[in-house]
């Protein structure tokens, strides 16, 4: 049944003020635009909806039982409303996030801290995953935007901006010190124990493919979930490690590990925003990500 919404709008003020001339007043419409409606309606429905008196108008049985729905109905809408508007004003809603160990701890942080302090009422979702599953989550849409570490592989719309600059090392602790200031070759590797990430992160991806093209397949000692236990086993004399530097800066700086020194250092790779341009972005998504892009000099990849 195909029924003019407005129609349902009219009866209810004529049924809430027991009035056609007071509901003709608050919907700023002429009083027959009143009883015209409520006539199509009760066409529509086959039921009388009202008893007309000298002193207004009545509800039937019939209109009582739809009244209760219909009150519901445009109760819930104007929510509806009202909570879209908050939204708009950033007095709620939510923002949902893929980022790393890596990218939250160094970059995404100070941000997400500066955003809870402006929208309070803003919930943030983070979705903590690998570069290669934050993406895949990107083009499912389960996340407004990711920040991820390249080598990433974007598909469809999905545009990476760099962020900011970071760079593999490998270290060790003082049962390697006979390396230190030493210039290595990388197949210098292949006779010590290595420590690396997982395979399905974008820091091992872009270490095996480096040492891939120089003739080289390490065969780790250890394989480990996170950077920060990387740095505890190298720190242990377990091996030597590859994480990206800022997670061993603080125990280089402390003397418990050194920087390794080879002939030719890893280029530089970088932690990037990952945003699809078709995607739908909700309204606090997009102010953080706009916070984000603000301090931003770099040019899309």
Avoid: W
């Amino acid at each position: 049944m195909d029924i003019n919404l407005e129609y349902y709008r009219v009866f209810y003020q004529a049924a809430k003020l027991g009035s056609i001339t007071m509901a003709a007043e608050q919907l700023c419409i002429s009083q027959p635009a009143v009883s015209q409606a409520v006539k199509q309606l009760e066409t529509a429905l086959g039921s009388r909806l009202f008893v007309r008196t000298s002193k207004g108008v009545h509800l039937t049985q019939e209109g009582q039982l739809l009244y209760g729905y219909v009150e519901r109905g445009l109760t819930m809408i104007v929510d509806g409303e009202q909570t879209l508007r908050r939204m708009q004003d950033l007095d709620t809603g939510e923002v949902r996030i893929g980022a790393s160990d890596m990218t939250l701890q160094f970059y995404l942080l100070p941000y997400l801290e500066k955003f809870h302090e402006q929208y309070p009422g803003i919930k943030v979702s983070v979705s903590n995953a690998p570069t290669p599953e934050t993406m895949r989550s990107l083009h499912d849409g389960k996340i407004d935007f990711g920040v991820v570490t390249t080598p990433a592989s974007p598909s469809g719309d999905v545009r990476l901006i760099p962020v900011r600059s970071i760079r593999n090392v490998f270290v060790a602790g003082e049962r390697f010190q006979y390396l230190k200031g030493q210039t290595l070759s990388y197949s210098r590797l292949l006779t010590l124990p290595c420590i690396l990430l997982e395979g399905n992160t974008s820091t091992r991806v872009f270490t095996d493919r480096y040492l891939e093209e120089r003739g080289m397949k390490l065969a780790p000692e250890f394989e480990l979930a996170t950077s920060d236990m990387i740095v505890q086993f190298a720190v242990r004399n377990m091996g030597v490690g590859c994480v990206v530097e800022d997670f061993a800066r603080e125990k280089m700086e402390q003397g418990q590990l050194f920087c390794l020194e080879f002939e030719s250092q890893m280029p530089d790779r970088h932690m990037c925003i990952a945003a699809d341009k078709k995607s739908a972005v909700s309204p606090a998504g997009r102010k953080l990500l706009d916070m984000l892009l603000e301090e931003k000099t770099a040019s899309p990849l």
